[in-house]
């Protein structure tokens, strides 16, 4: 059976031999990648003009006509300094970028003949939310959304116009899914009252998934923080996937009551377990995480792609990816994997 049909499986909850895979290498080698991917090109003539302001930090603008802003000795990604777009004249004027543009996928192509046998990703800008709210500056973008919802739902439109475009693209490409990344949550709380969230933004997730649904694509979504609140929402409007890097922030037992109509894309928590470094622990969640929510489907399994920033040594987590071996293959024979792997 190809990854790709495992992960068909795992997804509509039809009897995988496995859970499902999206593990990088460790120590040269290779280990169990079930999916492949791909996004747009970037605009060859297109100038981030990088340049350093002189106390520290490092500026350069994006496609969308935001100035970011980054301390160079600190982080690697930023903040919006100077917003594209300040009012709704702005927005009125405003020309977006040609993400939605055919000839910028051309390369993807590629990706089903490099890549056969993996369920195949396509990167979308986000549903809305991850990159509207930068159009302006996060802040302006919450107070909109406050004081002037017309303004943000027409921003947002724009956006998730775009979005579309995508999902249409890649469909014509032969890709499996859609992906992208929202963060919507604190620790503690979604970033908008759930009813906002309700009232100004369900409706753009609906018609991605509609759309994504409407080609026979899947939809997953990366985000992190406390969502809680939306998942049952999203679970309703068919959201296929849910990347989370914190499992144990919304509880186990929470999760297991979806994994039969969705699927939970994950590594072993990376703030309460794997920075622990005790391995009877990482095994033991990463068994958990089987247990309650990949026995028929419901479950891909993943590593944190960035080892440094959360202080956890790469075997912290391949003690987790042993785990889910040993635990998460319910047939080896349909599954590929060498007995003597488990």
């Known amino acids: 059976m190809t990854p790709r049909e495992i992960i068909r499986r795992v997804i509509q909850h039809d009897n995988p031999p496995r859970i499902g895979f999206t593990y990088s290498d460790y120590d040269g080698k290779g280990r169990l990648r079930d999916t492949a991917g ?149 620790q503690e709380r979604l970033l908008v009252s759930p009813p906002m969230w309700d009232r100004m933004f369900r409706w753009t997730f609906e018609r991605l998934i509609e759309r994504a649904h409407g080609h026979g694509m899947s939809v997953w979504m990366h985000s992190c923080g406390y969502v809680k ?14 990347q989370f890097d914190q499992p144990e922030l919304h509880g186990l037992d929470f999760l297991s009551d979806y994994s039969d109509r969705t699927t939970f894309w994950c590594p072993v928590d990376i703030q309460k377990v794997l920075p622990t470094g005790d391995e009877a622990l990482i095994r033991e969640r990463a068994g958990a995480m089987v247990e309650k929510m990949g026995q028929n489907g419901g479950l891909i399994a993943k590593d944190y792609s960035d080892n440094a920033s959360i202080g956890v040594d790469p075997l912290w987590q391949h003690w987790g990816y042993q785990e889910f071996k040993q635990v998460g293959v319910f047939d080896p024979a349909e599954a590929e994997i060498d007995a003597a792997e488990l």
């Open 229 to 242: 609140d939306i998942v049952p929402p999203l679970v309703e409007l068919g959201l296929d996937v849910f």
């Open 38 to 186: 791909g996004g747009p090109a970037g605009n060859p003539d297109f100038d981030e003009n990088r340049r350093e302001d002189g106390i520290g930090g490092e500026l350069w603008e994006d496609e969308w006509g935001c100035t970011w802003r980054r301390l160079i000795e600190w982080t690697k990604g930023g903040e919006v300094v100077e917003p594209a777009i300040t009012s709704r004249a702005d927005l009125e004027a405003y020309e977006p970028p040609d993400l939605d543009n055919p000839a910028r996928y051309e390369h993807c192509a590629e990706a089903r003949e490099r890549h056969p046998d993996r369920y195949l990703l396509g990167s979308l800008t986000g549903c809305c939310f991850n990159r509207a709210r930068y159009l302006p500056s996060f802040g302006t973008y919450l107070e909109w959304c406050a004081g002037d919802p017309e303004l943000v739902n027409d921003l947002n439109r724009m956006v998730s116009d775009i979005v579309i475009g995508q999902v249409d693209i890649y469909a014509d490409l032969g890709f499996d899914g859609v992906t992208f990344a929202e963060d919507w949550g604190t």
